[in-house]
């Protein structure tokens, strides 16, 4: 959904250019704790697959 807000949001600015987004996300649901940095690098990771795959891509890690 974020990604489709940036989408169709018009930018003044921005008059013959777009903004693409791509996004990683990870998530924590219980069990064992993890920490920010493991979280955080996760979330950096599941970013570089989706910018891998290609433009307007979001990946989420929620295996931990």
């Known amino acids: 959904r974020i990604c489709s807000l940036i989408n ?7 008059a013959d250019e777009s903004i693409t987004v ?8 219980g069990g064992p704790s993890k ?5 955080s690098d996760l979330a950096r990771r599941a970013m570089a697959a989706a910018k891998k795959k290609g ?3 979001s990946i989420v890690h929620e295996k931990m």
């Open 35 to 39: 920490t920010f940095d493991q979280l």
């Open 55 to 57: 433009k307007k891509q």
């Open 8 to 14: 169709e949001h018009e930018y003044d600015v921005l």
């Open 22 to 29: 791509s996004a990683g996300v990870s998530t924590y649901t």
